[in-house]
Each structure stands twice: as C-alpha cells, then as structure tokens.
T-cell receptor, first 114, second 113 residues
Framework: DTEVTQTPKHLVMGMTNKKSLKCEQHMGHRAMYWYKQKAKKPPELMFVYSYEKLSINESVPSRFSPECPNSSLLNLHLHALQPEDSALYLC?????????????FGPGTRLTVL | SQELEQSPQSLIVQEGKNLTINCTSSKTLYGLYWYKQKYGEGLIFLMMLQKGGEEKSHEKITAKLDEKKQQSSLHITASQPSHAGIYLCGADIQEGGSEKLVFGKGMKLTVNP
C-alpha cells in the first residue's frame, strides 16, 4: 500500500463551525505533514509530525490544531476559520524526518469557508 | 532564504514533441524533488536527485541535477496528453533551525493532441 488517503474530499464550513480533516497512511512512515495550497500557488508547509510528536509549526494560527493519534493517522482540527483559510489542504508522509527522503502526498481536501 | 525559480512558467506543446523544464536555486541543492500535480489534486512524486551530475529516468521523463547542484532540468520525450499538468520542483532547506520542503511556483504544461 503506497497511498495516502484524505477525507473528506470537499468541505464547506461556516466561520463558527468546528470540523476535522483526516489523513491516513499505511506505509510505515514515521513523518507526516500538513500543507496548505492556495489557487495557483505552490503548497506551503504548516505542520510536521515525527514519531507522533509535533516537530514543526510554521507559525500557523491556533484556529488550526493538528493531532497525531498514532503513526498512521493525522488530523487537522478546524475552528473559527476565516474565508481566507479557504484552500486545498494536503497531507503527506515520508519514511522519516528530517528530510532527504521523498514525501508522498494525499489527494487533498478542498476547504471552503463561508 | 532559498528560492526556487522555475522556467518556463507555462508551456503549450503538440503531442509528440519533446520539452524541458528548468529549476534553478539560489543556493546549493541537497535534495531536489520533482512532482506533478493535476489541478485541485494531490502531488505525484516523480523523482528525487541528490548528487551533482545525477540523472534519473522513468518512462519518458528524465531529470538531471547539475554538477554544481544549483540547477535541475526535467525532460519529457514524445509528450502525450497524459503528461499535462503542473510540474513542481521542490528542495529540502534549512531555515530557522528546522528543515522543510519548499517548492518553486510550478510550470503548467498543456499537451494538445
């Protein structure tokens, strides 16, 4: 299994809603990542988890809360988002962190904040 | 900070034509990745290059990293409509005491049948 899965594929939420994005991989990778991608821009790193511990937080607002319940799962909890948070959210995994090994990306969750 | 510049920004080719995409870094590259992305979808890993002068091929796609490790090229031979998409180069960088993968702005490829 060389796949990273993400659910849901699409999500529309109001600014007062609480929702979660989910990511799963079964490749035995010990590093997992969240990226945000705005239209016509490259992905930008948000968070890195290594061995289920948060290694990097790229100064992401607290309305985004990551969670890594186990080595296969990565969640991103969303609360009180702003319309400018609308974007494609990509999850990725790699064998280990730090880097110098390829990251495998999921299909993404298209988030729209009304 | 390290920046990756991709050229051209976009390209329209006729099916069957060869093409080359370039990725230039302001600093030495220690890990260079090529990804392909269809609009609104995830990134598909193509190749990783680490050593100066390294060259890798997969099917009709060849990627090279120059000896100075500051420039990489991606060459597609006999392009097909299935090659259409956005090609992103990425590099491992160290910034603020941590390491992360940063991307160039991407190159949009259109292949006309």
């Amino acid at each position: 299994d060389t796949e990273v899965t993400q659910t849901p594929k699409h999500l529309v939420m109001g600014m007062t809603n609480k929702k979660s994005l989910k990511c799963e991989q079964h490749m035995g990778h010990r590093a997992m990542y969240w990226y945000k991608q705005k239209a016509k821009k490259p992905p930008e790193l948000m968070f890195v988890y290594s061995y289920e511990k948060l290694s990097i937080n790229e100064s992401v607002p607290s309305r985004f809360s990551p969670e890594c319940p186990n080595s296969s799962l990565l969640n991103l909890h969303l609360h009180a988002l702003q319309p400018e948070d609308s974007a494609l959210y990509l999850c990725a995994s790699s064998q280990y962190y730090p880097l110098y090994n390829e990251q495998f990306f999921g299909p993404g969750t298209r988030l729209t904040v009304l | 900070s390290q920046e990756l510049e991709q050229s051209p920004q976009s390209l329209i080719v006729q099916e069957g034509k060869n093409l080359t995409i370039n990725c230039t870094s302001s600093k030495t590259l220690y890990g260079l990745y090529w990804y392909k992305q269809k609009y609104g979808e995830g990134l598909i890993f193509l190749m990783m290059l680490q050593k100066g002068g390294e060259e890798k091929s997969h099917e009709k796609i060849t990627a090279k990293l120059d000896e100075k490790k500051q420039q990489s090229s991606l060459h597609i031979t006999a392009s097909q409509p299935s090659h259409a998409g956005i090609y992103l180069c990425g590099a491992d960088i160290q910034e603020g005491g941590s390491e992360k993968l940063v991307f160039g702005k991407g190159m949009k490829l259109t292949v006309n049948p």
